[in-house]
């Protein structure tokens, strides 16, 4: 009767009740979440509480405030494993005595006796062998949730479940929900997708779905799962909701999904012929070098004041090379009549063998002698790096409203190799603009695909990187409230396309200053830890710390260029690496984060 959702949703099916201990007149009350979204609001109004809730946040979430009057928590109930969690805020920093008295108020007043404190934070998992009651940590939990919420959206469609050798071989459209037994690299065109593997925030399928505002949710096992298999073939109305999901049958013809897309109209400039250089930040421009090359140059400018490093022997190959390689390859050709065809008879085309047809005339061209040593010469004057990484930079990807994760390619190319040359990756990448996947995320963005083109953004490869991660600079569990959301993985392992059952770090970092609950406070709260590093978190709070400082220098520069309103809500998608020896901080990518 008292219960509800939980105010974040980084945890699917929980059920919460917020509780209150009064200290001073011993009581504890447990509150109606229909009535109270917040304990503030009940202590104002049912105890009393009259200074106001800037005192409150500063004191009755503070370590050692003379005048904290309440012990805060939440007891959250997880419907799969049937635990009962005592949730401390992230923000209290209450002591390990007053957690246990809380716990022990809760336990001698509730009718259920099993009963666990979380470990939230990097501070908690440090006191753990300190507490006498009994502890559980964030991946214990998170092995045992069943149901994840990845694009919140309602959507009309026949289920079908389907392998990936099914996605290769028959066509689905928007009249189909997707039942996944694995997950795919390509997302077609379809209603929704319901994956039996958890994603990250950031996994290649979280992204593309919340850039095209389908529903997406994962339900472990989802493949065999009695209750969907039940839906198979029959046409349903499918509700991803923050904690749970809803599915039902409903008459088929008389719903339909309709995703309003507006057209994304791609710019693009020729008339820069030389190599660009990152060194004055105003001569770099979009429709000549891409938005990776763009907001790389950014970068490298702030990263003159703010303490992070961008990876060295940084430069752009323009538009420019790209086009006259496909002119003098005859794929300029091969694209302009696939696209004629496609719109006389879009049936009888084989886009995937059509594709590659382009990708092997641009693969097998040589690139102009004149390039290919202005580019080994660039690198010979930016330092003594052999391994150089080659990585797209489109006019379709890194913008407001398209982001286009993992849709080109990036190369290494060795400086004196026989086998991975400088050539080869360059060809590479520009060939990838013509993969299958991205020429049908940009067709359902009704993309020009005439005008598509790409540049590459060049610099030293990082071989040997400790860590690597992704951020976003936003709180994706609660809408508009402060936190940075980081994913983390040891050395080189991907975060965004990690291997089936491997675990990242997964933190939301709350640096302190901008609100008073978390003014002088370094708040690390821990959803998952890394299951490839012996349950430790893979970077040091410093570091964590160190990050976040860094990612506020760079919102901070892109919320006033852009004139955004809700700073809370505003989001950057960044990438980041810390190097091996010395653990110094490399930021090596920033776009929107679009959701």
Known sequence: MLCGSPISNKYGGVDAIKVVYDVKANKIYFLNSKNYK????????????????????EHNYAANSKE???????????????????????????????????FQKIETTVFFNDITLLLNTSRLIKLSKDFTIPTITPEEIYKGLNYQAIGLSTCYGTVRFVTLKNLKKNQYSEKD????????????NVAGIIASNFQTPLSHLSILGRNRGIPIMAVKNAFTNKTLLAYKNKFVRLDVLKNSYSIRTVPQGKYVTRNKRPKIQL???????????????????????????????????????ADFNVPESSFAIPFYFYQKHIENSKAEILIKQLLLDLKSNSDSVNLKKRLAKIRKNISKYPINSVLLNDVNTKITQLGNYKKIRFRSSTNAEDMDGFGGAGLYTSKTGIIDDSTETIERAIKKVWASLWNLQAFQERSYFKMNQEKVIMAILVHRSFPNEVANGVAITKNIYRESKLGFVINVQIGNESVVDPKPGVICDQIICYEGGRNKIYTEKDIIEVITKSSLNNNKLIMSDDEII???????????????????????????????????GNRKLYIKQVRYYND
């Open 38 to 57: 917040y304990h503030h609001g009940f202590c104002s109004v049912k105890l009393g509480y009259n200074k106001g809730l800037e005192h409150f946040n």
């Open 68 to 102: 904290r009057v309440y012990l805060l928590g939440n007891i959250n109930y997880y419907r799969e494993q049937k635990k009962y969690i005592i949730d401390i805020s992230p923000a209290d920093l209450i002591q390990v005595k007053d957690i246990e008295i809380l």
């Open 177 to 188: 929900i997707l039942i996944m037994e694995e997950n795919p690299n390509i997302i077609p």
């Open 267 to 305: 710019k693009r400039d020729l008339s820069i012929d030389t190599l660009v250089g990152f060194n004055k930040l105003g001569k770099v421009n979009a429709k000549s070098i891409g938005n990776k090359a763009r907001n790389f140059a950014v970068l490298q400018h702030l990263s003159k004041n």
């Open 546 to 580: 160190h990050l976040v400082k860094q990612l506020e220098v760079i919102k901070q520069y892109y919320y006033k260029r852009d004139s955004f309103q809700d700073y809370a809500g505003y989001g950057l998608d960044i990438e980041f690496k810390l190097e091996e």
